[in-house]
């Protein structure tokens, strides 16, 4: 089955800066590629995707990439504020319908 | 984006009891999953359930697991028998069923201490 790694594990960043969070995968019949947000106590919230017909997509300060050939993605953050400051999960899956396979997470920690 | 509850919000409880979790869409919608994280570990699926039937399982979801939906809303996770290994944030998702189909929406999630 797909196997999702994801690094780092941990990240800190000063408000104002970017952050990037990395995802490879292996199976390559998956083509969809989502980002969770996880706030303590609270479920997954979906903050972008992306399908593997594109190489990437935007929206506002988020940003997602994705490079099939070599089987990875990876979720960019800009001018991180101190409410960015989460628990981020990627994810993959082969076709509609189907489960995700998730990667092990990473906590984002933005400094004031 | 659509709306899922789940209750309770926390379940404590004695080995070898039964629990059921529950999760209510707001709105209607086809396809329902199960997902699990023990703590500090990988959120995992265990089960997705279509049209009344269940599509697809996980290995973890073995014969102590069953899941239906008993009133065509709630959607309902039991485990028959609880193991300290269950203890987990239980996971309840769903997709729109409309194109382009591959969007889950999760619930709060419910946290089993099995004890």
């Known amino acids: 089955g797909e196997n999702v790694e994801q690094h780092p594990s941990t990240l800190s960043v000063q408000e104002g800066d970017s952050a990037v969070i990395k995802c490879t995968y292996s199976?390559?019949?998956?083509?969809?590629f989502p980002w969770y947000k996880q706030e303590l106590g609270k479920g997954p919230q979906l903050i972008i995707d992306?399908?593997?017909?594109?190489g990437e997509k935007k929206d506002q300060r988020i940003a997602v990439t994705l490079n099939k050939t070599a089987k990875h993605f990876s979720l960019h953050i800009t001018e991180t504020q101190p409410e960015d400051s989460a628990v981020y999960f990627c994810?993959?899956?082969?076709?509609?319908?189907?489960?995700?396979?998730f990667g092990s997470g990473t906590k984002l920690n933005v400094k004031p | 984006e659509p709306e899922v509850t789940q209750t309770p919000s926390h379940q404590v409880t004695q080995m070898g009891q039964e629990v059921i979790l529950r999760c209510v869409p707001i709105?209607?919608?086809?396809?329902f999953y199960w997902y699990r994280q023990i703590l500090g570990q990988k959120v995992e699926f265990l089960v997705s359930?279509?049209?009344?039937?269940?599509?697809?399982k996980s290995e973890i979801f073995d014969d102590q697991f069953s899941v239906e939906r008993p009133d065509g809303s709630n959607f309902t996770l039991k485990i028959r028998s609880t193991k300290l290994e269950d203890s987990a944030m239980y996971f309840c998702?769903?997709?729109?069923?409309?194109?382009?189909?591959?969007?889950?929406?999760f619930g709060p999630g419910t946290r089993l201490t099995v004890l």
């Open positions: 709105s209607n919608h086809l396809y």
């Open positions: 199976d390559s019949a998956s083509n969809y």
């Open positions: 998702a769903i997709t729109s069923g409309t194109f382009p189909y591959n969007e889950q929406f």
């Open positions: 992306i399908r593997s017909n594109v």
């Open positions: 994810a993959a899956s082969p076709y509609n319908f189907n489960k995700f396979y």
């Open positions: 359930f279509y049209n009344n039937e269940i599509s697809e």
